[in-house]
């Protein structure tokens, strides 16, 4: 990842990806509302914020998977 897109990130994002980095080795798939219950941000924030992490150059691959309860995101490392 490029120091000029880290840069470009609000502080939810930069949370959420750091969130992702330190769990996908361990899982595959993560839902909005657990991400926010784990940052203290709401489900609707966690997806707004995601959808940058999606469209940037970062070291995951971010997908979106579902909608059951709360959406869910594939994401590979």
Do not use: C, H, P
């Not at 361990?26 to 203290?40: A, D, H, M, P, V």
């Amino acid at each position: 990842m490029s120091t000029a897109m880290a840069a470009d990130l609000t502080s939810k994002q930069q949370r959420i990806l750091q969130y992702l980095r330190d769990n996908a080795g361990t899982k595959t798939y993560f839902k909005s509302r657990l991400i926010g219950q784990e940052l203290g941000m709401t489900a609707k924030e966690v997806g707004s914020n995601i959808t940058a992490l999606q469209d940037g150059n970062f070291d995951v691959e971010i997908e979106k998977w579902g909608y059951s309860s709360s959406t869910t995101w594939k994401v590979n490392v």
